[in-house]
């Protein structure tokens, strides 16, 4: 039986409270103008924004379940925000898993006081078959390396401080020849393209990188080398379930509009939620919030029991995905023609939604992890 603790639960209501207040006002106002700036330093002063990491390194010292309480409860208020940070933790995760002791102290507390982070895999022909990556980060004879390429679609790039680039170390190895590497915004030969222009999701900020030879030093290596496809691998485990969570949240978020709405609109003389048609749209969005919830929560604990979670974070984000963009769909629906109008916040959460079943992994690479488990590779 899956329980949150006290403090789980006190953590619970603060961000939800914060959610309220600050950033449920400023949804609209990011689809419309894009990142929000004034939110990180409001993040930071609530303790959000590292509240997973170690307390040594200025974090708030919490587990898996504690991180997406937070994750579900921002995207109550804005699914970009949710995934702001998601983005941040999926690029933080592997210097938390992966990095040394001074790599740790060094950008850790970066995180905690409102640095940005980006994760940099994808480029323009290498999304869903990562390891066909083509930036390569060759090795100099003192041991630093010389980075090339460039890299596409990226969550938070143009907003963040520090960019987590996997690039091939020995391009004849396939993916056990990828290794991470942090390289700050201001280094040289470090391009930043201008602002995608999305269907959603557009308080998240995502452009293109390109590489001209940036020299990375040896201390700027996360992990191995040669291991970075893997550790690319496991910190996406985490993030898919952060996926689960803003799926979750953003079906609340449309419900809650959709049902304040059906009790009051009348048609033929009642309010349109006594009418089966649409109170059954309510209780089909309900059982999915529910079995999404379940899968968080025990994917969570099995994360902090130290268990591998690719298969069960896969099925979460599989069936998570699809439920945010059905919910989405009926609760335009509810609202009829005024759902289709801007004026009314669901046309915003749909469009928001379809980017849960592509990023960080689609649905069709999520079946391709799922059946592989089932059947063997
Ligand atoms: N955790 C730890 N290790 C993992 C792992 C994980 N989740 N997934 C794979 N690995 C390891 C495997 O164990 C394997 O190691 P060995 O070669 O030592 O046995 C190695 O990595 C290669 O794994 P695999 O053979 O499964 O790799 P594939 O090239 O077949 O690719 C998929 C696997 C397609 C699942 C992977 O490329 C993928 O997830 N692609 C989607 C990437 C993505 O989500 N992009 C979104 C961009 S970020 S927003």
């Given at each position: 039986m899956f329980k949150f603790t006290e403090e789980q639960e006190m953590i619970r209501s603060m961000v939800r409270e914060f959610t309220a207040n600050e950033v449920e006002p400023k949804d609209r106002w990011m689809d419309e103008n894009g990142f929000c700036w004034e939110l990180v330093p409001k993040l930071a002063e609530a303790g959000l924004l590292a509240i997973h990491m170690p307390e040594e390194y200025g974090?708030?010292?919490?587990?898996t379940v504690t991180s997406e309480i937070v994750i579900n409860e921002l995207a109550k208020g804005s699914a970009s925000l949710a995934l702001f940070l998601d983005a941040n933790w999926l690029a933080c995760d592997m210097i938390l898993y992966h990095g040394t002791d001074e790599q740790k102290k060094e950008f850790i507390p970066q995180l905690a006081d409102g640095k940005i982070f980006a994760f940099g895999l994808t480029e323009s022909n290498a999304g869903s078959d990562a390891a066909a990556i083509k930036s390569v980060a060759e090795k100099q004879a003192d041991g630093s390396y010389v980075l090339n390429g460039g890299k596409a679609w990226i969550t938070n790039s143009g907003v963040a401080d520090y960019y987590l680039i996997m690039a091939k170390t020995d391009p004849n190895a396939g993916n056990h020849g990828i290794s991470v590497f942090i390289v700050p915004k201001d280094t040289e030969g470090l391009t930043i393209g201008k602002f995608e222009k999305k269907m959603g999701m557009r308080g998240s900020a995502t452009c293109e990188l390109s590489f001209d030879n940036i020299k990375i030093p040896?201390?700027?290596?996360?992990?191995?080398?040669?291991?970075g496809f893997m550790i690319a691998m496991q910190a996406l485990d985490g993030a898919r379930v952060s996926i689960g969570s803003i799926a979750s949240g953003l079906m609340q978020h449309a419900m809650s509009k959709a049902a304040k709405y059906a009790k009051e609109r009348t048609t033929f003389g009642k309010p349109i939620a006594k009418y089966q048609g649409i109170s059954f749209k309510f209780a089909d969005m309900a059982a999915k919030i529910r079995a999404t919830d379940l899968m968080i929560w025990d994917t969570c604990q099995m994360k902090d029991e130290g268990k591998r979670i690719s298969v069960e974070a896969a099925e979460l984000k599989l069936l998570a995905s699809r439920w945010a963009c059905e919910t989405c769909d009926e609760c335009i629906q509810v609202f009829g023609?005024?759902?289709?109008?801007?004026?009314?916040?669901v046309e915003r959460f749909y469009r928001d939604a379809k980017l849960l079943e592509i990023g960080e992994g689609t649905s069709e690479i999520l079946r391709m992890v799922i059946s592989g488990s089932v059947l063997g590779r």
């Open positions: 974090g708030g010292g919490g587990d040896a201390n700027r290596r996360v992990g191995e080398e040669g291991k023609g005024n759902g289709y109008s801007a004026e009314y916040d």
